[in-house]
């Protein structure tokens, strides 16, 4: 079909609209609410998301759905 991927450069998610997406959301739906007072709190809050966002979440893309429905 002729179709080749193409790489986007080493620390440029706004190369990645997957990325990118994540990243606003990440911060709209958690870091503009809380304030974090360590990197391990830091860590352990987004592990948390990270894991609300592809078990618990509803996607409009997957028309409501969520990503490890399976």
């Not at 080493?10 to 990118?20: F, G, M, T, V």
């Amino acid at each position: 079909m002729g179709v080749k991927p193409v790489r986007t450069a080493l620390r440029s998610p706004w190369q990645n609209p997957y990325a990118e997406r994540f990243g606003g959301t990440l911060r709209r739906e958690l870091l503009d609410k809380i304030i974090v007072f360590n990197q391990a709190q830091l860590r352990r809050v987004v592990r948390e998301f990270i894991t609300y966002y592809h078990e618990d979440r509803c996607h409009l893309g997957l028309e409501k759905d969520t990503p490890e429905s399976g």
